[in-house]
């Protein structure tokens, strides 16, 4: 085993690999995770995306006119020369209202009645628009606020479910990792009684007291037990490599020999998951699940477009008031701007501005597009909602079948071990065949395999209701806090 590795163990609080660490390494290094952790960034836009229509906005322009076109009499303005430059700032509030204040300086320089005219002026103002109908008191930008929050969430959401669902792959990785190497050793322990008993068979056939056939069964045997033990190692190695990757541990990490490394089954959830199923399934007994909850913020915010589309093609209604005041000076340009600011020459301006949407063909798409998806989405709930029903009934028929078989194993396994030692007995004093004490350890072998595959499809089904309810938060949380230095 490497340095680092050996280190790396030393680490641990149990000195050994158990589910934990294997889990909360997973969520802080894999691509897997990485990966999905990035889609935060989306649901942040969703809500920015949402508060634009309430930001400020800051405009500038410049103009400049020269105009030399021939008057049409005396008495009209001509050889015009005006620039003028004008900055402005406005906001939308939450209310519906519509705020724009703006201030313009300029330079006139015309001739009128044979005399040329130069001065400096500028403008301020400040005005108002209020929506009365579609937008009053800030109907759709309250509802644009209310999309972009639901739409955050159903990310949120829809992200906590690709990591519960990742996470519980690494857990399929570790427990397969777990049988493998007790498939390993339980091949290995095959192999070694296959070669004691192949030794002590050729022995007798070298005395002339085991007959050809024996020999032969006795050899052929061993090697077939090389060749389990051989493809049991290597199923083994690719397991560990595929935690190796999935971790982020060091590459080199892949060639160590699995078979030795120390794991545990610290983290056992069978016994939390059989209380779990005792409770009996509600309506709203997977309310809670991430995928609910993000196929439901999606339905409520795909209704709300539809309104907001809708609410657009009615007709409207908005109050415009504004005050400017302006001042001029033929010297000095800044004094232009204490007059306006003293309001000493006021303009008040009120109106009244209505339109209405003719036709609306487009919009009327747009919202039954939004409507077909909201439809399929509620869909898409209700199945989720069943196939998770299904998955519990039969996850929690499954977790208790498993149980049982797996304490039938355990009293099995003793038994095949004590049959073995005496038909091994039977077999030194003449009384059993060389069949039967083969046949004795191959049952123990059968028996340990069977043993570990339905410990592992019983810790897997227990994780899967954990998965299902709302506990497996909390296991994830904890996992979180183990802190663990790799090299």
Not at 103 to 132: M, P, R, T, W
Not at 184 to 209: C, H, M, P, W
Not at 258 to 267: D, E, V
């Amino acid at each position: 085993m490497p340095p680092d590795a050996q280190e790396f163990l030393k680490a641990l609080p149990s000195q050994k690999i158990d589910l934990g660490i294997v889990a909360g390494q997973a969520l802080k290094n894999a691509s897997q995770f990485k990966k999905i952790y990035a889609r935060a960034l989306s649901a942040e836009a969703a809500e920015l995306q949402s508060g634009a229509a309430l930001d400020w906005q800051l405009g500038a322009k410049a103009n400049f006119v020269f105009d030399k076109n021939e008057a049409g009499s005396n008495n009209q303005p001509s050889n015009y020369e005006v620039s003028t430059y004008n900055i402005n700032l406005s906001k939308n509030f939450n209310t519906g209202t519509a705020v724009k204040f703006e201030a313009e300086a300029g330079k006139n320089n015309f001739d009128v009645f044979g005399n040329n005219v130069n001065y400096y002026q500028s403008h301020i103002g400040l005005s108002l628009q209020q929506s009365l109908l579609r937008n009053f008191l800030g109907k759709n930008i309250q509802r644009l606020s209310k999309i972009g929050k639901l739409q955050k969430e159903a990310i949120n959401f829809s992200i906590e479910d690709a990591i519960h669902q990742n996470l519980y792959g690494v857990i399929e990785i570790f427990y397969n990792a777990w049988m493998g190497q007790k498939a390993f050793r339980a091949e290995e322990a095959n192999q070694r009684r296959k070669s004691s008993l192949y030794k002590v068979t050729k022995i007798k056939s070298d005395r002339g007291t085991a007959e050809g056939p024996d020999l032969i069964q006795s050899r052929e045997a061993y090697r077939l037990s090389k060749i389990t033990s051989a493809t049991a190692r290597e199923q083994l190695q690719e397991v560990w490599g595929a935690l190796v990757i999935s971790l982020g541990f060091p590459s080199h990490w892949a060639s160590i020999e699995a078979a030795n490394l120390p794991i545990s089954l610290k983290y056992r959830s069978d016994q939390k998951a059989l209380k779990l199923c005792q409770n009996k399934i509600k309506a709203d007994s997977f309310n809670d699940n991430p995928l609910i909850k993000s196929i439901d913020r999606q339905v409520k915010s795909q209704e709300l477009e539809v309104e907001n589309i809708k609410n657009e093609a009615k007709p409207d209604l908005n109050i415009q008031l504004g005050l400017k005041a302006n001042g001029t000076d033929p010297q000095k340009r800044y004094s232009t701007f204490d007059e306006s600011f003293r309001f000493e020459n006021p303009n008040w301006q009120v109106g009244v501005n209505f339109n209405m949407n003719l036709g609306n063909t487009a919009s009327k798409a747009t919202a039954l597009s939004l409507l077909s998806k909201s439809k399929e989405a509620e869909f898409q709930k209700s199945a989720a909602v069943d196939q998770m029903r299904i998955q519990w009934q039969n996850t929690c028929q499954k977790l208790k079948r498993l149980q049982s078989e797996v304490k039938i194993l355990k009293t099995s396994l003793s038994e095949q071990k004590r049959r073995a030692q005496l038909e091994e007995r039977r077999f030194k004093n003449g009384r059993s065949s060389l069949l039967q004490l083969i046949q004795a350890g191959d049952d123990i072998t059968r028996t340990e395999l069977m043993s570990y595959k339905q410990q592992r499809d019983l810790h897997l089904a227990a994780w899967k209701i954990e998965m299902l309810s709302d506990h497996f938060k909390s296991f994830i949380a904890q996992v979180k806090n183990i802190k663990v230095k790799l090299p």
